[in-house]
Structures are given as structure tokens and as C-alpha cells.
């Protein structure tokens, strides 16, 4: 089993930056692949973006190209979501995930969630 949990979320004005954190705890993530996904009210889950267990392969939505990077720190089994230029349209909440699935834009491929953490971006 492997526990999640986000942190960093906060309120935010547009054009403003966050860092999102999410620790693991439980059993390690380095085998994993690691993804953020996003929720806002009224709409469904949406990938955000995924790291390799090594780090070296990432994978963005195309909205989210270069506004956010993904990193992760295996020996202290976190990881970070690094939000630039941020848009009132990024307002949802953001879920980190573990998975070992092929395909790291869907849901289906992550076999362990966090609870969320909220951000919001004012105009």
C-alpha cells in the first residue's frame, strides 16, 4: 500500500505561482509512476502530468506545457508540481497518483490516490 498526501495548495491571483507536494509514505514510490490529475466543480477528472519512476520521461497536458513542471525526489518520496502563469481556469482541486499502468494520462493506469489539495486562482 501506498499512502499520498498533497500539500501546497492555497488561493492564488492569477498570473501567480504555486508548488504543489505530495508525499508518500507506506511502501516506496520508486518503481512508480507518479501523476497529478485536477477536478473542478461540474467537471470531470483531467490528467495534468506524470513523471517516470526515474524521473526521466515526463508527460503534460498540452494546456500545461510550459506553465508546469513535474519533479520528483525518490529518497524523500515526493512529488512536486511547480505551477507558473496561473489562470482562473486552473481553480480545482489536485490529486497526486501512483500507478504502474501504460498509459499515464488516464486514471485507470494509477492504482493509489490522494485525498486533494484545493487550489484557486482569482482573477
Known amino acids: 500500500q501506498v499512502q499520498l498526501v498533497e500539500s501546497g495548495g492555497g488561493l492564488v491571483q492569477a498570473g501567480g505561482s504555486l508548488r504543489l507536494s505530495c508525499a508518500a509514505s507506506g511502501r516506496t514510490i520508486n518503481s512508480y509512476i507518479m501523476g497529478w490529475f485536477r477536478q473542478a466543480p461540474g467537471k470531470e477528472r483531467e490528467f495534468v502530468a506524470a513523471i517516470s519512476w526515474s524521473g526521466g520521461m515526463t508527460y503534460y497536458t498540452d494546456s500545461m506545457k510550459g506553465r508546469f513542471t513535474i519533479s520528483r525526489d525518490n529518497a524523500k518520496s515526493t512529488v512536486y508540481l511547480q505551477m507558473n502563469s496561473l489562470k482562473p481556469e486552473d481553480t480545482a482541486v489536485y490529486y497526486c497518483?501512483?500507478?504502474?499502468?501504460?498509459?499515464?494520462?488516464?486514471?485507470?493506469?494509477?492504482?493509489?490516490w490522494g485525498q486533494g489539495t484545493q487550489v484557486t486562482v482569482s482573477s
Open positions: 497518483a501512483a500507478g504502474v499502468g501504460y498509459n499515464t494520462m488516464s486514471s485507470d493506469s494509477y492504482a493509489y
